[in-house]
């Protein structure tokens, strides 16, 4: 295995963020030879003796290695003590700092068949962290599109970094009026469901869910906005049981989309 660029006086002579950092570097090095199974016994043992000797240099607590040499054991060592230091860096950790997933016997469900035809419409969203979020989970849920309005789309870097990919198997259809554009999606059929809490707005479960629809959510500050909330055929909204009246967006449709999905197709 590569030996720890840095000498003790070298290492201490940083930051504690950048000390941090470069063990973080070595470290997932490491757990790189791990997954692709490019180690041994004695890489075992030498890496737990220099780590130790770099951990007693910088005071923190100890790496104690699994009891077996089973590899999976090892990678979930690795990569917690790799998160560990993470919490030293003074950085939030996101989906996309987060190391490569590991197949280990994970069952292989077959995709659904689907047959219904429903979209999100976002109206006004600031968040790239939402849009990103709410472009996987349309994937997820078999939806056909997004329809944006007056909203960044997948074309952004942030919202790649959150959607993962999941963008380019969504479709996006972005719009200067999102009122007119629910208008026109009516006259081809389509039923408009907005998500509000406002009076007559009715439980999201509560409503018979057509294969064609929108559903329409809006602003993280104001929701929707007025002329979009005129088009939309019904209110529905996500009972609470806590003190606030609502959720995130992101885990708005969430909710109403696997419900969406769970409800069209049968299951």
Same mark, same amino acid.
């Given at each position: ?9 070298k290492?201490?002579?940083?930051? /504690?963020q950048?000390?941090n ?6 470290? /997932? ?6 997954? *692709? ?25 100890p ?7 089973? *590899?999976?054991?090892w ?7 790799? #998160? ?9 950790i ?9 197949q ?21 969203l ?10 996987? *989970?349309?994937?997820?849920?078999g ?12 074309? #952004? ?9 999941a ?59 007025? #002329? ?9 909204h ?30």
């Amino acid at each position: 295995m590569d030996t720890f660029e840095f000498t003790k006086k070298k290492l201490l002579s940083l930051s /504690s963020q950048n000390r941090n950092k470069h063990i973080i570097k070595w470290l /997932s090095g490491f757990y790189h030879k791990l997954t *692709t199974n490019r180690f041994n016994l004695a890489s075992l043992e030498l890496f737990t003796h220099q780590y130790n000797q770099i951990i007693n240099w910088t005071g923190m607590a100890p790496f104690i290695k699994p009891e077996s040499n089973h *590899t999976r054991l090892w990678i979930e060592a690795v990569s917690n003590r790799i #998160h560990y230091h993470r919490s030293f860096t003074c950085t939030a950790i996101r989906d996309h700092d987060l190391l490569r997933k590991v197949q280990t016997n994970d069952l292989i469900f077959p995709c659904n068949q689907i047959d219904f035809h429903c979209h999100v419409a976002l109206d006004g969203l600031r968040s790239l962290f939402n849009v990103g979020s709410i472009f996987r *989970t349309c994937e997820a849920f078999g939806f056909k599109s997004i329809i944006l309005g007056n909203t960044p789309g997948k074309e #952004h870097p942030g919202v790649q970094k959150t959607a993962m990919g999941a963008q380019n198997r969504v479709g996006q259809e972005k719009v200067m009026d999102l009122g007119q554009a629910m208008l026109d999606k009516k006259e081809k059929g389509f039923k408009i469901i907005g998500v509000e809490t406002i009076a007559g707005a009715l439980p999201f479960y509560e409503i018979p869910w057509k294969k064609r629809t929108i559903v329409v959510f809006g602003n993280e500050e104001y929701g929707i906005s007025s #002329h979009v909330m005129e088009t939309c055929d019904n209110f529905v909204h996500i009972p609470m049981f806590g003190k606030k009246n609502s959720i995130n967006v992101a885990n708005a449709v969430s909710v109403i989309g696997f419900h969406i999905a769970r409800s069209l197709c049968g299951r």
